[in-house]
């Protein structure tokens, strides 16, 4: 079965850490570039971060640099999301996505998981 699962999501403190895993099934991750996205109750998803196929790019929405690290492991089929310094506005449903992305991370999805709750509270 060809799917997309995220995993690693739960509720942390205010400035604790997670780390989201987006693991491929049923096709080789290694051909696609990766972004994660997020999606707050009562707002729009928005783009949090995406990396090449090879790890060659990566990059990341404004608010989450120098905080959350990106990253993959081809032989694993899986892309990480690490996430550290959380703040309460980081609260979110988190999806990956498997597809054709710049590194402006735009483009689209052609797999995407089913998302992961993460919660941070204060």
């Known amino acids: 079965q060809v799917q997309l699962v995220e995993s690693g999501g739960g509720l942390v403190q205010t400035g604790g850490s997670l780390r989201l895993s987006c693991a491929a099934h049923g096709f080789t991750l290694g051909y696609y570039a990766v972004a994660w996205f997020r999606q707050a109750p009562g707002k729009e998803r928005e783009g949090v971060s995406c990396?090449?196929?090879?790890?060659?790019?990566?990059n990341y929405e404004d608010s989450v640099k120098g905080r959350f690290a990106i990253s993959r492991d081809n032989a694993k089929n899986t892309v990480y999301l690490q996430m550290n310094s959380l703040k309460s506005e980081d609260t979110a449903v988190y999806y990956c996505a498997a597809g054709n992305f710049d590194n402006n991370c735009s483009g689209y999805g052609d797999y995407w998981g089913q998302g992961t709750q993460v919660t941070v509270s204060s």
């Open positions: 990396i090449s196929s090879t790890a060659a790019w990566s």
